[in-house]
């Protein structure tokens, strides 16, 4: 590995408003992928709590608070609850396929419904198609956007309902960010679909674990990440098997 990936330069940002919880302010550390060795040296970054956007890679590094916790379902121990076992059989006609980064207009228009119906206000909801074709495309590591469709009436591909962008990890996938067509009439837990369908992907292709990203524990709509086991977090002392007595739920 060359020096500059042995040796990456880190930054830390100014603070600003915590997206998680009201009245905390959030801090990053970060540093740039780059380079022959970024898969490399994502992978590396992955195991100790970072996560990609475009060409860097960031972790937490708050002053005075230690909430987001790295979360990661360990694949092939995965055994689906029966509500999750009902949700695969209504989804299992689904279409999916592993696509290149690149963007959409489709994809484009399924993000935005699903930001105004699931997100309204926050943070990604003035992206523009070019913001969006940015976050898609502008990655230095291996990456898919891997898209859930409808079959049409003779079997083929059809409407896009869901998909998500991912990054194929040397111990697993991670799944970067996820969006899917929030009022649909028929199929109600998309989300919590396209989640066990990557731990069902990774468990296949013999990867150990799928990266969910922060896990906090008095944010509600964290809540659904801890439905997957068995799930590791991360701690001071490394990755640890989640213990609901011990790392509890909720505030």
Not at 205 to 226: D, F, N, T
């Amino acid at each position: 590995m060359s020096a500059p990936a042995r040796f990456p330069r880190f930054f830390v940002t100014n603070p600003g408003p915590c997206p998680y919880l009201p009245g905390k302010s959030e801090r990053k550390v970060f540093t740039e992928l780059s380079g022959p060795h970024a898969d490399e040296l994502n992978d590396a970054l992955s195991r100790i709590g970072f996560r990609r956007s475009q060409n860097v890679a960031y972790r937490p590094s708050c002053l005075d608070c230690r909430a987001c916790v790295s979360v990661r379902v360990v694949a092939d121990q995965f055994v689906p609850s029966a509500n999750q076992r009902k949700l695969l059989k209504r989804n299992r006609d689904l279409i999916v396929s592993a696509c290149k980064p690149w963007s959409t207009q489709e994809q484009y228009d399924l993000l935005r419904r699903y930001l105004k119906t699931r997100h309204p206000g926050g943070g990604m909801s003035d992206m523009d198609d070019m913001d969006y074709a940015d976050m898609v495309e502008h990655t230095p590591v291996r990456s898919y956007v891997i898209e859930y469709r409808e079959p049409n009436p003779d079997g083929s591909a059809g409407k896009l309902v869901g998909a998500c962008l991912t990054d194929q990890q040397g111990d697993g996938l991670s799944m970067i960010y996820s969006f899917y067509e929030p009022d649909h009439p028929t199929r109600r837990g998309l989300g919590n679909y396209i989640i066990m369908d990557h731990i069902q992907r990774a468990a296949r292709a013999r990867l150990p674990y799928v990266y969910l990203g922060y896990w906090v524990k008095s944010s509600p709509r964290m809540q659904y990440k801890i439905k997957y086991q068995p799930l590791e977090l991360l701690g001071p002392d490394g990755w640890h098997a989640f213990d609901l007595e011990r790392d509890g739920a909720g505030a």
